[in-house]
């Protein structure tokens, strides 16, 4: 089911493909901003850490450090993907 609908539905098939999968994922992206109202969109990248996140959610900054799971090296041999991607 994952494969059919991520490889083949929304890649066409064209995962491998890297500039492919990178138009389709900006034109997905570029839909969600145009169809969500600014005040309602978080545009959030991990790596910006508690701050933007529990800004947006109006809740306080936790007292830990923001979790580092699952990052690249760690999906990359979990996956077997090697690093030059």
Not at 15 to 37: E, M
Not at 48 to 76: I, K, M, Q
Request: aromatic share 12%; net charge negative.
């Amino acid at each position: 089911m994952v494969y059919a609908l991520i490889f083949e539905q929304t890649f066409g098939g064209r995962l491998a493909d890297r500039g492919h999968a990178r138009r389709v994922f900006d034109v997905h992206n570029q839909a969600v901003i145009d169809a969500i109202p600014a005040p309602r969109l978080l545009i959030y990248e991990p790596g910006d850490g508690w701050e933007p996140l529990c800004r947006f959610l109006d809740v306080p900054v936790p007292g830990e450090s923001f979790p580092h799971l699952n990052d690249t090296a760690w999906y990359r041999a979990r996956t077997g993907l090697t690093t030059g991607g």
